[in-house]
């Protein structure tokens, strides 16, 4: 079955701290893969997306993510957390091609809350 | 652009009450799609489609339906509203597959069923 899972429900930590999120997912078939990034009252915000070529993605405000296809993952990091960073993550899956677009596969979510 | 907007912001409904979400995205996206959003479930996809007068069902159809008659419109419709579908509920768009494909999200609707 298709399937997105990250490990970290709820992660608290201090300014400036680092920051790894983690993602594993289950799908047949070449991936894109997502994270996605909701503010509080806000809606949902693209950090970054892999599709083809270098593993490291860098994303908006200094996120990354490193896609291991022999782990099935997809970690978010960040090297020093801002209060601002505080917010819902999601890791998301689709397939490569146009049947598969719009049709993304999400995790549960995980929810960070950085401490000034 | 106004990206993808969605309404009613919220909403309380009966059970047993109908209702329609509205969404609409100015972009000319062919791609739009319905999630909801339960904690701990992260978002699921009711319903997407992949141009006017296309659409298909996603992980959790059931109690939805939609249309698109335009690009630009995206309604999904509650028949008969259940307690179980109390969530909030976003809108989304995209361009196309590929590297291209980005969804843009609404700012979502949240429904209470009593």
């Known amino acids: 079955a298709q399937s997105v899972s990250q490990h970290n429900h709820h992660v608290i930590l201090s300014e400036a701290a680092s920051l790894e999120l983690g993602c594993n997912y289950s799908y047949g078939g070449t991936v894109n893969l997502f994270w996605y990034v909701q503010y509080p009252g806000q809606h949902l915000q693209l950090l970054l997306k892999y599709f083809s070529g270098d593993p490291l993605v860098k994303g908006i405000k200094g996120f990354e993510a490193e896609f291991i296809k022999s782990k099935f993952s997809f970690n978010l990091r960040k090297p020093s957390v801002q209060w601002s960073d505080t917010a819902e993550y999601f890791c998301a899956v689709t397939g490569h091609g146009s049947s598969n677009t719009g049709k993304l596969i999400f995790g549960q979510g995980t929810t960070l809350q950085v401490k000034p | 652009n106004a990206g993808v907007t969605q309404t009613p912001k919220f909403q309380v409904l009966k059970t047993g009450q109908s209702m329609t979400l509205q969404c609409a995205q100015d972009?000319?996206?062919?791609?739009m799609s319905w999630y909801r959003q339960d904690p701990g479930m992260g978002l699921r996809l009711i319903h997407y489609s992949v141009g006017a007068g296309i659409t298909d069902q996603g992980e959790v159809p059931n109690g939805y339906n939609v249309s698109r008659s335009t690009t630009e419109d995206f309604p999904l419709r509650l028949l008969s509203a259940a307690p179980s579908q109390t969530s909030v509920y976003f809108c989304?768009?995209?361009?196309?597959?590929?590297?291209?494909?980005?969804?843009?999200f609404g700012p979502g609707t949240r429904l209470l069923v009593l």
């Open positions: 989304a768009s995209s361009y196309g597959g590929g590297p291209q494909e980005t969804q843009y």
């Open positions: 972009m000319n996206h062919e791609y």
